[in-house]
Every structure is written in C-alpha cells, then in structure tokens.
T-cell receptor, first 115, second 115 residues
Framework: KQEVTQIPAALSVPEGENLVLNCSFT??????LQWFRQDPGKGLTSLLL?????REQTSGRLNASLDKSSGRSTLYIAASQPGDSATYLC??????????????FGEGTQLTVNP | ETGVTQSPTHLIKTRGQQVTLRCSSQ?????VSWYQQALGQGPQFIFQ???????GRGNFPPRFSGLQFPNYSSELNVNALELDDSALYLC??????????????FGPGTRLTVT
C-alpha cells in the first residue's frame, strides 16, 4: 500500500527566503509525481509533474526533483513571496487494481511567507 | 484553468439524505477520478471510471457510487449521508488509458456540508 509523507507539516518563513519542501513515498513503482498548491477553501492547482523517468522539472521559481529509487521528492521555492502562502501537496500516481491508476496524496505542508 | 468544471460549488444536506455531485471533463478525457478531502487532510481516492466503467475503487463503502457518460460528464452519488461525509469533493480527468502516466486535471471542487 502506497503511503506518502510530507515534512514539515507547517513552515513559516520571512519573505525572500529559499525553501525546500520534502515528500517521501513507500512504493517506488510509480508512473509520476505531482506537486499541487491549494489555497484555503479552494481546489488544487497543479505546479509541476515529474514522470518516473525524469529527475527534475522547473517552472519559474519552482524546481522539483525526484529520486524514485529512494522514494523521495523535493520542491524548491526560490525567493519566496507572501503570495506563495498556501498548502503544498505532493501526490504519486501508481497502478491500482487491474488496469486503473490513482493518485496517493500526502497531507501537505502549510507554508506561510511573512512580509 | 484546467477545463474541468464541477457543480454545485457548495451544498448543505441533512444526515440520511442523498446527494449527486457533477463533473464535466475536457473533451477527449476518457478517465475521471473522484477524491474526498476532509478538512486539514490530503485528498483520498474514491474511485475511477474509464470509458463509462468503474476500474478502481478506494476504501469507500458502496453507498458511494458513480456514473460516467459518453459526453465526458460524470456524477458522484452518495446515499445515506453521514456527518463524516462533510468534505471537499474533487474530480480529476485525464486523457488516454486509465493506467497511463498522463497528468490529471482537477476541477475546483464541491464543498459538501452534512448537518
């Protein structure tokens, strides 16, 4: 059974800091890994998708890495801004039953960037 | 914008009632998945449909059921509502085969409150 853990559960930093969010998963047989952002009371915004054959993906100030063999991913946010304040969720896509697939989510890291 | 829409946005029901939530996927997206997100937790996989058939279910009782239609719309039905069913319900669609590595695109969610 796939389990996803995110550390830390909450993080508060001053504006301008570079920061790293961590995600670990127990089953390395994954299709891909996605990082999402969720604002309070809202749905999920996809930030980055890393396929199992890839090592990292970048989008603007965000960089995500994937080490499938060790079951780890990190999300690096450069020069953080107050607008980055949100909950960040990591999810891995794995085979489910005969032919389906599913995303297994961590519980998220709640990020607060203080001006 | 992911092109995935959900209705209604918010819903309040009484314990024991039945509810239907709706999702409209992007054209060409053959796979739809539903997730339940309780407050403060990561989303949990409910089930997945591929070409109008269920092909994977998470740890949810049979009173959670779904339908997928040829026009890329789908429904989540919940019977005999319980207080613990209060949550944000998310649908996600993806193109191609159900077991593929395609990205999942999430809708904005329906907030269900059971009193």
């Amino acid at each position: 059974k796939q389990e996803v853990t995110q550390i830390p559960a909450a993080l508060s930093v001053p504006e301008g800091e570079n920061l790293v969010l961590n995600c670990s998963f127990t089953d390395s047989a994954i299709y891909n890994l996605q990082w999402f952002r969720q604002d309070p009371g809202k749905g999920l915004t996809s930030l980055l998708l890393i396929q199992s054959s890839q090592r990292e993906q970048t989008s603007g100030r965000l960089n995500a890495s994937l080490d499938k063999s060790s079951g780890r991913s990190t999300l690096y946010i450069a020069a953080s801004q107050p607008g980055d304040s949100a909950t960040y969720l990591c999810a891995v896509r794995t085979v489910w039953e005969t032919s389906g697939s599913r995303l297994t989510f961590g519980e998220g890291t709640q990020l607060t960037v203080n001006p | 914008e992911t092109g995935v829409t959900q209705s209604p946005t918010h819903l309040i029901k009484t314990r024991g009632q039945q509810v239907t939530l709706r999702c409209s996927s992007q054209s060409g997206h053959n796979t739809v998945s539903w997730y339940q997100q309780a407050l403060g937790q990561g989303p949990q996989f409910i089930f997945q449909y591929y070409r109008e058939e269920e092909n994977g279910r998470g740890n949810f009782p049979p009173r959670f059921s779904g339908l997928q239609f040829p026009n890329y719309s789908s429904e989540l039905n919940v019977n005999a509502l319980e207080l613990d069913d209060s949550a944000l319900y998310l649908c996600a669609s993806s193109p191609g085969l159900a077991g593929s590595s395609y990205e999942q695109y999430f809708g904005p969610g329906t907030r269900l409150t059971v009193t």
